[in-house]
């Protein structure tokens, strides 16, 4: 079975630096994909590389069948909504959605009823005549969707496109965007740094630095079990700290970390411990505890944050950094000592670096 | 008090040093064509300047420019002013001349009777020169003996004819109406057929002398009508031009020079003109190419008068023209020169 | 007082202008009617002469010709180089910018005598198209409508390629790539996004170079010559060589009222088409 997308194995340069590395991903029918990272980890790059708009210095790439690598952009018949919009100012809206379908050919006046069509799913059929000047972000962004998705493209591409909108639009419209690709079951790659709005929509996300992928993994999975430290502190594990097992029993395992606390986890819920390893915890994961009784690291607060579900104190264990939560009830001073304690639920077990 | 007597006495005495000084180099005005430049600062500009001990400054420009500023100046800013005869009559008639006092150039009684008043009581003719035709004989053949040979055939895309707005440009319309067999006073209907034929043989009107050297040096004509004055740097340029003998005769034309009404120095402008009319002064331009003399004590070597209008007979041969009658039909063959060129 | 200072310092400008410009203009336009009662059109005789006369109706339409085919020549030379021009990388484009717009740093009058050279019966043209063995001999390419076109063309298409290479600078690069992947080859998207886009920028350089050969002089005079006059050198002749001071006003009056009217038409039609003001 062909997959709608392949990227195999592409190396990129920008003259003589090197954006991508030995990159390959595959996705599957109807699928909707993101690559997530912060400028620069090439996550654009490769968009550009599917396009058509950059040549790879090695690899290939490959539409269903179609081997993409060597064809000029403007025969790939992929589909595109770019961040600014781009749409056609000299165009009115319909002329603009019906752009692609005049390239291929297609009589006017089937244009034109496919580009109503579309228009009107997207809710902007009474704006069909306008200008693109007279339409706020949002409509102009709906209009770029409307005028990808009606070529019927194979692949959809969407490259930041909510970055320039407020926040608020941003929530609606990317339940919007999710909605027609589904509807659609048109496979798609989706550009953004946006951790939250990669997460919500996607079937899987990429997330990338410096010209690779660190990981590609659901969404559940990414948050919850990060595969690497990079990805972990990418999702919010805010706290790593090294530690060295002295026992094993069965699936218990006793570890010490390298100021002297002792920890006892379980391998039924983190899964494979090995004998040196890193914990990662959210800030969640990590309670700070008054309690003498308590099982953790010991450490001494620092300033105190309101998160209004909690308070969040800053922590030295031992020499490292971290950053607990602590219970609304208790709010508690600087300098206190205090334990950490874990909360295995919140916690991934990372190889040591 | 004191101190407006010291005031009062040194403001006196800087008034008196300022009148004392020497009039210093009196400015002496001369408007001429720049033509042959260098060899006039040579033979007139730097003896006079000696012998007046002033400031000789020019103002250049064809006959057309510098008649016309001294209009707008209404006679003033000039001390003398060289022109060709048609311009000087169209200067006289527009009162910007005084007439000259004869006693003060007694040079002129050495002149040949034609240049001595041309024009009545204003400037005598420092030069003579004659208007005809000129070839390239390396592109020509057979050569040019006739006005009439301007309509061969032979010549197509190979002329070009001074402008109407030029001094010479009226007389190719007279020339056409001899070609027709008509006065072109009297039937410019036909006068104007017969120059309608001559267009295509015509590749442009010229406006200036250089222009027309440059054309023929530049290879774009082989054929032209102008003034003798030319002949020798279009021959330096190409030295295949030949003036052509033309069996009916050629257009005499006299170069004046006239001292303006508003003339700073009318006393030195009379020496100056009885000075370039000396036979020592003219001797020397007539061998160093710059102009044909008028002064009768003027002797030139066969070699040396080849290219000039020079002796007696041959200055009675030349077709005068009157430009009180060209003058006027000027302006009226101004439009339709330019119907029949320019369309 | 404020009022008084702002009014005091605005004076020597308006001064200067009223003198300079408006003083001078006026009274050459004043000059060119005729008295009333006077021929049949009165106080516009003058003007009803001059479109009476085939020659100034042939030298009026001569100059529209010419400067229409100018304009027309320079758009499509100056849209294609400045269209490889704006797509350069930085620094190539900087280098190529400048060696577009140079020769407008020399005169107008050292660039037509360069064709003089070029165009004359013994110029490069001729002695390549007799090498090449295209013509027998020489063809006299001076002193025609062309060479002033040729000329004209090679002196204002600088001026174009600066205004155009701007005007495509400003078209977002996202838009070409928006054009691309929907199916549009380079010469769709040129056709139907980056031309419509420049439309603005083309009617500017239009009315820029159009205006300019319209009241040329220095070139018609050189390569023109007196067989093909237009309405820059048929002025310098009625004024400086026929004294004719109210026909050669006629002659500025015309021109003045050609180029306003150009200037507005283009405007208007500047404003209705740019579809990029937001």
Same mark, same amino acid.
């Given at each position: 079975?062909?997959?709608?997308?392949?990227?195999?194995?592409?190396?990129?340069?920008?003259?003589?630096?090197?954006?991508?590395?030995?990159?390959?991903?595959?996705?599957?029918?109807?699928?909707?994909?993101?690559?997530?990272?912060?400028?620069?980890?090439?996550?654009?790059?490769?968009?550009?590389?599917?396009?058509?708009?950059?040549?790879?210095?090695?690899?290939?790439?490959?539409?269903?069948?179609?081997?993409?690598?060597?064809?000029?952009?403007?025969?790939?018949?992929?589909?595109?909504?770019?961040?600014?919009?781009?749409?056609?100012?000299?165009?009115?809206?319909?002329?603009?959605?019906?752009?692609?379908?005049?390239?291929?050919?297609?009589?006017?006046?089937?244009?034109?009823?496919?580009?109503?069509?579309?228009?009107?799913?997207?809710?902007?059929?009474?704006?069909?005549?306008?200008?693109?000047?007279?339409?706020?972000?949002?409509?102009?962004?709906?209009?770029?969707?409307?005028?990808?998705?009606?070529?019927?493209?194979?692949?959809?591409?969407?490259?930041?496109?909510?970055?320039?909108?407020?926040?608020?639009?941003?929530?609606?419209?990317?339940?919007?965007?999710?909605?027609?690709?589904?509807?659609?079951?048109?496979?798609?790659?989706?550009?953004?740094?946006?951790?939250?709005?990669?997460?919500?929509?996607?079937?899987?996300?990429?997330?990338?630095?410096?010209?690779?992928?660190?990981?590609?993994?659901?969404?559940?999975?990414?948050?919850?079990?990060?595969?690497?430290?990079?990805?972990?502190?990418?999702?919010?594990?805010?706290?790593?700290?090294?530690?060295?097992?002295?026992?094993?029993?069965?699936?218990?395992?006793?570890?010490?970390?390298?100021?002297?606390?002792?920890?006892?986890?379980?391998?039924?819920?983190?899964?494979?411990?090995?004998?040196?390893?890193?914990?990662?915890?959210?800030?969640?994961?990590?309670?700070?505890?008054?309690?003498?009784?308590?099982?953790?690291?010991?450490?001494?607060?620092?300033?105190?944050?309101?998160?209004?579900?909690?308070?969040?104190?800053?922590?030295?264990?031992?020499?490292?950094?971290?950053?607990?939560?602590?219970?609304?009830?208790?709010?508690?001073?600087?300098?206190?000592?205090?334990?950490?304690?874990?909360?295995?639920?919140?916690?991934?077990?990372?190889?040591?670096? | 008090?004191?101190?407006?007597?010291?005031?009062?006495?040194?403001?006196?005495?800087?008034?008196?040093?300022?009148?004392?000084?020497?009039?210093?180099?009196?400015?002496?005005?001369?408007?001429?064509?720049?033509?042959?430049?260098?060899?006039?600062?040579?033979?007139?500009?730097?003896?006079?300047?000696?012998?007046?001990?002033?400031?000789?400054?020019?103002?250049?420009?064809?006959?057309?420019?510098?008649?016309?500023?001294?209009?707008?100046?209404?006679?003033?800013?000039?001390?003398?002013?060289?022109?060709?005869?048609?311009?000087?009559?169209?200067?006289?008639?527009?009162?910007?001349?005084?007439?000259?006092?004869?006693?003060?150039?007694?040079?002129?009684?050495?002149?040949?009777?034609?240049?001595?008043?041309?024009?009545?009581?204003?400037?005598?003719?420092?030069?003579?020169?004659?208007?005809?035709?000129?070839?390239?004989?390396?592109?020509?053949?057979?050569?040019?003996?006739?006005?009439?040979?301007?309509?061969?055939?032979?010549?197509?895309?190979?002329?070009?004819?001074?402008?109407?707005?030029?001094?010479?440009?009226?007389?190719?319309?007279?020339?056409?109406?001899?070609?027709?067999?008509?006065?072109?006073?009297?039937?410019?209907?036909?006068?104007?057929?017969?120059?309608?034929?001559?267009?295509?043989?015509?590749?442009?009107?010229?406006?200036?002398?250089?222009?027309?050297?440059?054309?023929?040096?530049?290879?774009?004509?082989?054929?032209?009508?102008?003034?003798?004055?030319?002949?020798?740097?279009?021959?330096?340029?190409?030295?295949?031009?030949?003036?052509?003998?033309?069996?009916?005769?050629?257009?005499?034309?006299?170069?004046?020079?006239?001292?303006?009404?508003?003339?700073?120095?009318?006393?030195?402008?009379?020496?100056?003109?009885?000075?370039?009319?000396?036979?020592?002064?003219?001797?020397?331009?007539?061998?160093?190419?710059?102009?044909?003399?008028?002064?009768?004590?003027?002797?030139?070597?066969?070699?040396?008068?080849?290219?000039?209008?020079?002796?007696?007979?041959?200055?009675?041969?030349?077709?005068?023209?009157?430009?009180?009658?060209?003058?006027?039909?000027?302006?009226?063959?101004?439009?339709?020169?330019?119907?029949?060129?320019?369309? | 007082?404020?009022?008084?200072?702002?009014?005091?310092?605005?004076?020597?400008?308006?001064?200067?202008?009223?003198?300079?410009?408006?003083?001078?203009?006026?009274?050459?336009?004043?000059?060119?009617?005729?008295?009333?009662?006077?021929?049949?059109?009165?106080?516009?005789?003058?003007?009803?002469?001059?479109?009476?006369?085939?020659?100034?109706?042939?030298?009026?339409?001569?100059?529209?010709e010419v400067?229409?085919y100018v304009?027309?020549i !320079? *758009?499509? $030379? #100056?849209? =294609?180089?400045?269209?490889?021009?704006?797509?350069? @990388?930085?620094?190539?484009?900087?280098?190529? +910018?400048?060696?577009?717009?140079?020769?407008?740093?020399?005169?107008?009058?050292?660039?037509?005598?360069?064709w003089?050279?070029?165009l004359?019966?013994?110029?490069?043209v001729?002695?390549?198209?007799?090498?090449?063995?295209?013509?027998?001999?020489?063809l006299t390419m001076l002193y025609t409508p062309g060479a002033v076109i040729v000329a004209m063309v090679?002196?204002?298409?600088?001026?174009?390629?600066?205004?155009?290479?701007?005007?495509?600078?400003?078209?977002?690069?996202?838009?070409?790539?928006?054009?691309? !992947? *929907?199916? $549009? #080859?380079? =010469?769709?998207?040129?056709?139907?996004?980056?031309? @419509?886009?420049?439309?603005?920028?083309?009617? +500017?350089?239009?009315?820029?170079?159009?205006?300019?050969?319209?009241?040329?002089?220095?070139?018609?005079?050189?390569l023109g010559?007196?067989?093909q006059?237009?309405?820059?050198?048929?002025?310098?002749?009625?004024?400086?060589?026929?004294?004719?001071?109210?026909?050669?006003?006629?002659?500025?009056?015309?021109?003045?009222?050609?180029?306003?009217?150009?200037?507005?038409?283009?405007?208007?039609?500047?404003?209705?088409?740019?579809?990029?003001?937001?």
């Amino acid at each position: 079975m062909t997959l709608p997308l392949t990227i195999e194995n592409i190396t990129a340069h920008y003259g003589s630096t090197k954006v991508l590395e030995d990159l390959s991903l595959s996705l599957a029918e109807g699928e909707l994909v993101s690559l997530l990272g912060a400028s620069g980890c090439g996550k654009t790059t490769t968009l550009r590389l599917v396009a058509g708009f950059l040549q790879p210095t090695s690899g290939a790439i490959r539409l269903g069948s179609k081997d993409l690598t060597r064809l000029p952009a403007h025969q790939r018949d992929i589909g595109l909504v770019f961040q600014n919009y781009a749409l056609f100012p000299h165009l009115t809206v319909r002329e603009n959605v019906a752009f692609g379908l005049k390239q291929r050919k297609v009589a006017s006046a089937e244009r034109t009823k496919r580009a109503d069509a579309m228009l009107d799913r997207v809710g902007l059929a009474h704006l069909a005549d306008r200008l693109p000047a007279a339409l706020s972000g949002g409509q102009k962004q709906r209009v770029a969707l409307a005028r990808a998705l009606v070529i019927e493209p194979p692949l959809l591409m969407f490259d930041e496109p909510l970055s320039n909108l407020d926040a608020k639009l941003r929530v609606d419209m990317r339940v919007e965007i999710r909605q027609l690709q589904r509807a659609n079951g048109t496979t798609a790659l989706y550009v953004t740094h946006d951790q939250e709005e990669a997460f919500s929509i996607s079937d899987r996300v990429a997330i990338m630095h410096q010209g690779r992928i660190m990981q590609l993994d659901t969404p559940e999975t990414l948050y919850q079990r990060p595969a690497n430290a990079f990805v972990a502190n990418f999702v919010g594990f805010e706290n790593i700290v090294p530690l060295s097992v002295t026992a094993r029993n069965g699936a218990e395992v006793t570890a010490r970390s390298d100021s002297g606390a002792e920890l006892t986890l379980s391998q039924d819920q983190l899964g494979a411990i090995p004998d040196r390893f890193l914990l990662a915890t959210r800030p969640d994961g990590l309670q700070v505890s008054t309690d003498p009784a308590a099982v953790g690291l010991p450490a001494e607060l620092g300033l105190r944050t309101y998160l209004g579900r909690a308070y969040q104190y800053q922590a030295q264990a031992g020499g490292l950094s971290l950053v607990a939560n602590g219970p609304l009830s208790q709010p508690l001073e600087t300098g206190t000592a205090a334990k950490l304690v874990p909360n295995p639920e919140q916690c991934a077990i990372l190889q040591p670096e | 008090m004191p101190r407006l007597k010291t005031l009062t006495l040194s403001s006196l005495s800087t008034l008196a040093l300022l009148a004392a000084a020497p009039a210093s180099a009196t400015t002496f005005t001369i408007s001429w064509w720049g033509f042959n430049g260098d060899k006039l600062q040579e033979i007139i500009v730097n003896p006079f300047q000696e012998m007046c001990g002033c400031e000789v400054v020019f103002e250049t420009g064809n006959n057309g420019d510098r008649l016309n500023r001294l209009q707008m100046r209404s006679g003033a800013g000039v001390d003398v002013i060289y022109l060709t005869d048609s311009y000087s009559q169209t200067g006289i008639e527009q009162g910007l001349f005084q007439p000259i006092d004869p006693a003060q150039i007694p040079n002129i009684s050495e002149l040949y009777e034609m240049a001595q008043a041309p024009q009545g009581e204003y400037g005598p003719a420092y030069t003579v020169g004659r208007i005809g035709l000129v070839y390239d004989s390396a592109r020509v053949n057979p050569p040019i003996t006739s006005w009439n040979d301007l309509w061969r055939e032979d010549l197509a895309g190979m002329i070009a004819l001074p402008n109407i707005t030029t001094t010479t440009g009226p007389m190719v319309v007279l020339k056409a109406g001899d070609h027709a067999g008509v006065s072109a006073y009297e039937d410019q209907d036909a006068t104007f057929a017969s120059l309608a034929e001559l267009v295509p043989n015509v590749v442009t009107n010229y406006n200036t002398g250089s222009e027309m050297i440059n054309l023929f040096s530049t290879g774009e004509i082989a054929v032209s009508m102008t003034q003798d004055f030319t002949l020798n740097p279009l021959r330096a340029a190409v030295p295949t031009v030949e003036w052509a003998a033309l069996e009916d005769g050629e257009i005499a034309v006299l170069n004046t020079i006239n001292i303006p009404t508003g003339s700073e120095n009318v006393e030195l402008a009379h020496q100056f003109i009885n000075f370039v009319l000396s036979a020592e002064i003219q001797q020397q331009l007539a061998e160093q190419g710059v102009d044909a003399p008028v002064n009768t004590n003027v002797t030139l070597t066969d070699e040396q008068a080849a290219s000039w209008t020079y002796g007696e007979e041959a200055i009675g041969r030349l077709q005068r023209i009157d430009y009180s009658q060209l003058n006027p039909a000027r302006n009226e063959w101004l439009d339709l020169w330019n119907e029949t060129f320019g369309m | 007082m404020k009022r008084l200072a702002g009014w005091m310092l605005a004076t020597p400008a308006t001064l200067a202008i009223a003198l300079l410009l408006v003083i001078p203009v006026a009274g050459t336009i004043g000059m060119t009617f005729g008295t009333p009662g006077q021929g049949d059109w009165g106080i516009v005789q003058p003007y009803a002469d001059f479109f009476a006369s085939n020659f100034r109706r042939r030298v009026l339409w001569r100059t529209f010709e010419v400067a229409g085919y100018v304009t027309v020549i !320079s *758009l499509a $030379a #100056g849209l =294609v180089t400045a269209y490889v021009v704006a797509r350069c @990388p930085a620094w190539t484009k900087s280098v190529l +910018v400048v060696l577009a717009v140079f020769p407008l740093l020399t005169g107008v009058i050292v660039r037509s005598f360069a064709w003089l050279v070029l165009l004359g019966r013994e110029g490069m043209v001729n002695q390549f198209l007799i090498w090449t063995g295209l013509i027998d001999g020489p063809l006299t390419m001076l002193y025609t409508p062309g060479a002033v076109i040729v000329a004209m063309v090679y002196i204002f298409v600088p001026l174009m390629v600066l205004v155009l290479v701007g005007v495509l600078e400003n078209i977002p690069e996202d838009l070409l790539q928006a054009s691309s !992947s *929907l199916g $549009a #080859g380079p =010469v769709a998207s040129f056709f139907q996004v980056t031309l @419509p886009l420049a439309v603005p920028g083309l009617i +500017v350089g239009a009315v820029l170079v159009f205006t300019a050969s319209f009241t040329s002089y220095a070139t018609p005079a050189l390569l023109g010559g007196t067989r093909q006059m237009m309405m820059g050198t048929f002025l310098h002749q009625s004024a400086m060589v026929r004294f004719d001071w109210p026909g050669a006003a006629v002659v500025a009056a015309i021109m003045l009222a050609v180029i306003l009217a150009t200037v507005l038409v283009m405007t208007r039609l500047a404003k209705r088409l740019n579809p990029m003001a937001t």
